[in-house]
C-alpha cells in the first residue's frame, strides 16, 4: 500500500516543498530510503524503527521503500523523521488518513517523541503558501511556527500526537497510541538549560561600567547613530573589546520586518532556542579571529548562513581585526557592500541577506604598544606597518571612521565622576536613527549613496568650501569626502540639528579615515 | 677619450697629484695655484677618483692604498683596463689581509672599461660628488682622521658649509614623547638659522629632519646607504622635500645597500657635520651612543634630552648624563647661547619679527584662508583669520610667510586647545578633561587646528606641529 505526505525543506532561507512517498509491500523485511539523502536522514530508517516500536505500532515486517520527491534534490537532517514513520503507518494500514491539508515536520527519538528541527519557520511560511491548513511541529518549535499567519499549528511531543493529528477525530487506532515512557537510567536533564553556552556568552556591558575613553564612547555613539562601520585601534588593555560589548545595549529594537527577517535566519541556522518566538532584539555576533570562510560568510555542505547573515540588521564585531585570515577578510568586501551574500553552487547560488554594521577592533602592531605614551613597543621598526597591511586596503576603505583608545590611566578607573549609563545614549541613538531613516526613506545615513550624501546635508556656501579646504588637505577622494558628509549628517543628527555645520564637518573630520594608517608617509 | 684610455695618449702620470704619497692620508691642500694643464690633469684625476669609489668595495683605504701604491687614481684605471693592475700592488701584510679582494678587482677592471659610463650614471641620477682633491670639500669633515675621498650627495651642497648645524640623533623606536622633543628642538633650531643634522632613520631621525624643514630652515641628512634608496620607503616623501631645501649625503656610492657596517660609519660623519650633537631618545643599547661616543671623541659638545625618568627609552640618555659626558639639553635658545650664536629669531607668541615660517599655509595669504574668515563672520569661528590679509607676508620676498604669532591669531577655543598641546603630546580624553568642552566640540576644534599645520594627530595622541612647536615655554 502506498501513502504520499507533504513535507518540506529548507533551501538557504527559503523553504521548498518536499513529496515523502512510502511503499509498504510484500518482501524481504528492509527499509530503503531513495532520493539523495544524506548520512543523517539514511539513518532515519533506525530512529523510525524505535519510534513506531515504541510508541505502539508495529513495525512492519515488509519492503518499505521510502522515496523523496523530488529525486533531484540533495536533503539532508532529520525534519522528516515524522513524516516517514506515520506515512509507513498509513501504508501499512495501522492509521487510516483522514484526509485535509496536513503537513508534518520533526525529528524522531527512538521512545517515540518528537525533537525540535532547524528552519521550521521558513519552512512552514513554504507549506502555508502551498495551501496547507495544518501543520504538525514539533512542540519546542511551535512558539517560531506561530509566526506564520494562516493556518493551524499542531505542536507534536510524540509520534502519538502525529498519528492523531492524521487520522483526525475518527482514527480508533491512532487513539490508542502511546507515548513510551522515557526510561532515564541516568536521570533526568534539563537539556535546554543544557544549551546555554558557557564560554561565549558574555553579558552585554553597560556603558556605566566603562571608566575613561570619553573620546572613544563618542566614536561609537557616532558610528552606531549612523550605522558607520567603525575601526577601534588601540593597545591590550585600552579596552576595546569592553567598549565593543555594550553594543548590543545601545542598539534600538528590530521592527517588524526585520524582526522576521532576523527570526528566519536564527531558525535556518538552528539558533532558536525551545520556545522562541520573533527576535526583537538587534543580534551582535562576535566570532573569533580563527574563524573560517563559511562559518564567516556563509555555505559549507550545508548551505549555512554565516556569522555575517547572523548579524543581518545588527553588528558584526571582528576582534582582532589583524589576525584573521586575509583570504576570509576579503570575502567580506562584497557582503558589506552589497548588503547580502551570493552562495554560488554548481546546482544554482544562494542569497543570504547581509546588511551588518562593521566594528573592528585591532592592536597598532603585534606587541601592541606602537604610539602608546608610556610603553615602548617591542617591535622591529616597519613592523607596524606592516602589521596594519595585513588587512587589505578595500576593506579598510569600508571602514568609515577610526577611533585610536589610548591605554586607560589608573586615575580614571578610580577617580572622576561615574560614567554615563548606556540608557541615556541609547536614547540619543535611537533618536537619531528615527531621525535619519524618516527622512532618508528608512536607511541609516551609512547607506546614503554620495550624490544623496551630499543633498541631504544641504551645506551652505561657506562649508562646502570648507569641506573643499578638508579635502584638499588631506588629499581625500571622492569616497573620503562622501565619507565625512555622511558622518558629519549624523553627527547634525545627534544633535537633533536638521542643518549640517561647518562644525559638523570638522568633528566628523577628525574621526579618522581608517585607510589613513595604510599611507606610511602620514603615519611617519 | 675611448682608444687611448681615459687620460689621453701618454697615458697616466706616475705622479701623485697633491702631495697624497701616505698611503693614509689623501689630504690636499685647497686652493692650492694649479697652472692650466695641472687643473686639467686634476679634473682628470678627480673623475678617476669618482670612478674608483663607485666601484662596490672600494672605501677610503682601498682608495688610498691604491693611490699611493700607483701614483695616481688615473693610472690605477689605466692599468685595470689593461689587466695589469694586480701585479705589485699590495704589501705583504696587506696581501695576506686580503686587502683588495678579486670580487674587488673585477669590479675596478669592470669600471675601467668604461669610465664614462659611469660618471654619466651619476650624473643621470641626480647625484653630485665631492672629493677631497676638491678645493669646496667640506672644510667640516677635513677635521676626520680619515676624511672620505669621495662623497656622493643630492640636493644643495652648499647645506655642507652651514656656518651652524647642530645634529639630532635617537632611536628608531620613538615614543611620541620622544618624537616630539626631536620636532621641538629641530623646529627652534631651524627657526634660528640653525642646519639640522640626522640619519634619516624612522623615528628621532625623521621628526628632526621634518620638523626642520616645517620651520622653513635646512636639513642635511647623512645616509648610510646607496642614494638609490636613501632610507627606509615611508620616508620617500621626506626626502623629497629635503632635497627642495637641504642635501642628503653619504660616502656610499648610488647602489650600494645598507649593511651592518655602514651606519657607525655614517655616524661619524653625522658628528663631523654639526657643531653639537642632540641626542633625543636612546635606549640602553642604541645607535645614537655610538653617535655620542664619536662626538666625545671628536670633541663635539654633546647634549642630551632626559626624558622620563622611568622610560627604557632613554635609559641610553640617562647614562650619557650620569657618566657626565652630555650636558641636559635646555632648549633651542639655551643650546644656541651656549654654542655662542647670536640669537636672530624670537619665540614666537612673544613678540613679533622673527624666523618663523608656517609651512602648511599662510592663513592670511592663503585664498583657503578666505574659507574660515567667511565662517568666522556667521557661525562664530571669530579671529580665525589671524592678523589680516597681507598683514605682514613676505612670501614673494622669499622670506618666512608672515610674523605673527600663533596663539592670539587663533579663536578661543582653539587657542585654548593649541596652549594644552603646545605642552606636549595629549591624548582627547585628557583634552577633554581640560577643557570641558564636548567630544564634537573637541574634535572639530583639533581639526581645525591639524588644517592649520599646528596640530597633527599619531595613533591616539595630538601632537603639535608648525609654529606651535616654537611657542614652546
Same mark, same amino acid.
Given at each position: 500500500m502506498l501513502a504520499t505526505l507533504i513535507t518540506a525543506v529548507v533551501d538557504g532561507l527559503e523553504g521548498a516543498l518536499v513529496r515523502v512517498e512510502v511503499d509498504v509491500a510484500p518482501g524481504l523485511p528492509v527499509c530503503q530510503i531513495v532520493g539523495l539523502p544524506d548520512a543523517a536522514l539514511s539513518e532515519a530508517r533506525e530512529r523510525v524503527r524505535g519510534a513506531i516500536r515504541n510508541s505502539g505500532f508495529l513495525y512492519p515486517q515488509q519492503r518499505i521503500t521510502v522515496n523523496l520527491a523530488p529525486a533531484g534534490r540533495r536533503k539532508h537532517g532529520a525534519a522528516y523523521d515524522v513524516a516517514i514513520a506515520v506515512g509507513i503507518l498509513v501504508a501499512s494500514g495501522q492509521v487510516a488518513a483522514s484526509g485535509g491539508d496536513w503537513a508534518l515536520l520533526g525529528e524522531l527519538s527512538l521512545s517515540g517523541a518528537v525533537h525540535p528541527v532547524a528552519g521550521v519557520l521558513p519552512m512552514v511560511h513554504t507549506l502555508a503558501r502551498a495551501g496547507a491548513r495544518r501543520v504538525g511541529v514539533p512542540a519546542a518549535n511551535a512558539a517560531e511556527a506561530a509566526l506564520v499567519d494562516g493556518l493551524e499549528i499542531e505542536p507534536l511531543l510524540g509520534l502519538d500526537d502525529a498519528a492523531r493529528l492524521v487520522a483526525g477525530p475518527r482514527g480508533r487506532r491512532a487513539a490508542k497510541a502511546t507515548r513510551a515512557a522515557f526510561v532515564a537510567v541516568s536521570g533526568t536533564f534539563d537539556e535546554r538549560a543544557a544549551g546555554a553556552a558557557l564560554v561565549g556568552s558574555d553579558p552585554p556591558v553597560d556603558l556605566a561600567d566603562v571608566r575613561g575613553q570619553a573620546a572613544a564612547r563618542w566614536g561609537l555613539e557616532v558610528a552606531l547613530a549612523g550605522g558607520h562601520s567603525l575601526l577601534l585601534v588601540g593597545p591590550p588593555g585600552a579596552g576595546k573589546t569592553l567598549l565593543a560589548r555594550t553594543i548590543p545595549g545601545l542598539l534600538p529594537p528590530l521592527d517588524e520586518r526585520e524582526a522576521l527577517e532576523v527570526t528566519v535566519i536564527a531558525s535556518v541556522a538552528g539558533l532558536l532556542g525551545p520556545g522562541d518566538g520573533l527576535r526583537r532584539a538587534r543580534p551582535f555576533r562576535a566570532p573569533h579571529h580563527t574563524a573560517s570562510y563559511p562559518a564567516l560568510v556563509g555555505g559549507g555542505p550545508r548551505l549555512a548562513p554565516g556569522e555575517v547573515s547572523l548579524a543581518h540588521t545588527g553588528v558584526l564585531f571582528l576582534d582582532e581585526l589583524a589576525e584573521f585570515d586575509r583570504d576570509v577578510l576579503e570575502a567580506l568586501r562584497q557582503p558589506l557592500e552589497e548588503g547580502s551574500v551570493v552562495i554560488a553552487r554548481a546546482q544554482g547560488s544562494l542569497r543570504f541577506p547581509a546588511q551588518v554594521q562593521l566594528v573592528a577592533a585591532m592592536n597598532p602592531c603585534r606587541c601592541g604598544y606602537h604610539g602608546d605614551p608610556e610603553r615602548a613597543c617591542t617591535c622591529p621598526p616597519g613592523e607596524p606597518e606592516r602589521y596594519v597591511r595585513r588587512i587589505s586596503g578595500p576593506l579598510l576603505d569600508r571602514l568609515d571612521l577610526r577611533v585610536e583608545m589610548p591605554r586607560v590611566r589608573p586615575a580614571d578607573l578610580l577617580l572622576g565622576p561615574d560614567p554615563e549609563p548606556s540608557a541615556a545614549a541609547a536614547v540619543r541613538i535611537a533618536s537619531a536613527r528615527e531621525r535619519a531613516q524618516s527622512r532618508n526613506g528608512g536607511r541609516l545615513n551609512a547607506r546614503l549613496a554620495g550624490r544623496e550624501a551630499v543633498e541631504l546635508c544641504r551645506l551652505a556656501p561657506s562649508a562646502r568650501e570648507l569641506l573643499a579646504v578638508v579635502a584638499a588637505r588631506r588629499s581625500l577622494s571622492a569616497r573620503g569626502v562622501h565619507r565625512i558628509l555622511r558622518v558629519a549628517r549624523t553627527i547634525a543628527d545627534l544633535a537633533d540639528r536638521e542643518a549640517v555645520l561647518e562644525a559638523d564637518l570638522l568633528a566628523a573630520a577628525d574621526l579618522r579615515d581608517p585607510a589613513a594608517a595604510l599611507r606610511p608617509e602620514l603615519a611617519a | 677619450m675611448l682608444g687611448v684610455g681615459p687620460f689621453g695618449p701618454r697615458g697616466p702620470e706616475a705622479q701623485p697629484v $697633491? $702631495? $697624497?704619497?701616505?698611503?693614509h692620508s689623501l689630504r690636499t691642500r685647497p686652493g692650492a695655484p694649479f697652472r692650466s694643464s695641472e687643473v686639467e690633469t686634476l679634473a682628470e684625476e678627480r673623475q678617476a677618483w669618482v670612478v674608483l669609489a663607485t666601484v662596490d668595495g672600494v672605501g677610503e683605504r682601498t682608495l688610498a692604498h691604491l693611490v699611493a701604491t700607483h701614483g695616481t687614481a688615473r693610472r690605477v684605471l689605466w692599468l685595470a683596463a689593461r689587466g695589469r693592475l694586480g701585479r705589485g700592488l699590495a704589501s705583504e701584510p696587506e696581501r695576506r689581509r686580503g686587502v683588495l679582494a678579486a670580487a674587488t678587482l673585477a669590479g675596478i677592471e669592470a669600471a675601467a672599461q668604461d669610465p664614462g659610463a659611469r660618471l654619466a650614471a651619476l650624473a643621470a641620477a641626480a647625484v653630485w660628488t665631492v672629493t677631497l682633491l676638491d678645493a669646496d670639500y667640506p672644510a667640516r669633515l677635513q677635521t676626520l682622521l680619515v676624511p672620505p675621498p669621495v662623497l656622493f650627495g643630492q640636493g644643495d651642497p652648499r647645506a655642507l658649509d652651514a656656518p651652524r648645524a647642530v645634529a639630532i640623533v635617537g632611536t628608531r623606536r620613538a615614543s611620541p614623547a620622544g618624537r616630539f622633543e626631536a620636532s621641538r628642538a629641530a623646529a627652534g633650531l631651524a627657526a634660528r638659522g640653525v642646519t639640522v643634522v640626522s640619519g634619516l632613520a624612522i623615528g628621532i631621525d625623521g621628526a628632526a629632519h621634518a620638523a626642520a624643514l616645517e620651520a622653513g630652515g635646512t636639513t642635511l641628512a647623512a645616509i648610510g646607504a646607496g642614494h638609490a634608496r636613501p632610507g627606509p620607503a615611508a620616508h620617500r616623501a621626506l626626502v623629497r622635500r629635503i632635497l627642495e631645501r637641504g642635501a642628503v649625503i653619504g660616502e656610499l656610492p648610488p647602489a650600494a645597500r645598507a649593511s651592518r657596517g655602514t651606519y657607525p660609519r655614517r655616524n661619524r660623519l653625522i658628528v663631523a657635520l654639526a657643531d653639537a650633537v642632540l641626542v633625543v631618545e636612546a635606549p640602553a643599547r642604541s645607535g645614537a651612543l655610538i653617535t655620542a661616543h664619536l662626538a666625545m671623541e671628536q670633541g663635539v659638545p654633546l647634549y642630551v634630552v632626559p626624558g622620563r625618568a622611568t622610560s627604557e627609552l632613554s635609559a641610553g640618555c640617562r647614562a650619557l648624563l650620569d657618566e657626565g659626558s652630555g650636558h641636559a639639553f635646555g632648549g633651542a635658545r639655551e643650546l644656541c647661547r651656549e654654542l655662542g650664536w647670536e640669537d636672530t629669531s624670537v619665540d614666537v607668541g612673544q613678540s613679533g619679527g622673527g624666523a618663523v615660517v608656517d609651512p602648511a599655509g599662510c592663513l592670511t595669504c592663503d585664498p583657503a584662508a578666505a574659507v574660515f574668515s567667511s565662517d568666522a563672520a556667521r557661525d562664530g569661528f571669530a579671529g580665525l583669520t589671524g592678523t589680516g590679509p597681507g598683514a605682514a607676508c613676505r612670501v614673494a620676498a622669499g622670506g618666512p610667510r608672515h610674523d605673527a604669532a600663533v596663539l592670539p591669531a587663533l579663536s578661543m577655543p582653539e587657542r585654548e586647545v593649541a596652549r594644552i598641546v603646545a605642552r606636549g603630546p595629549i591624548t582627547m580624553d585628557q583634552l577633554l578633561d581640560a577643557t570641558r568642552a564636548s567630544p564634537g566640540e573637541l574634535a572639530a576644534t583639533l581639526t581645525l587646528l591639524q588644517l592649520r599645520g599646528l596640530v597633527r594627530s599619531m595613533g591616539p595622541l595630538y601632537l603639535p606641529a608648525g609654529r606651535l612647536l616654537l611657542t614652546a615655554p
Open positions: - | $697633491g $702631495g $697624497g704619497r701616505d698611503a
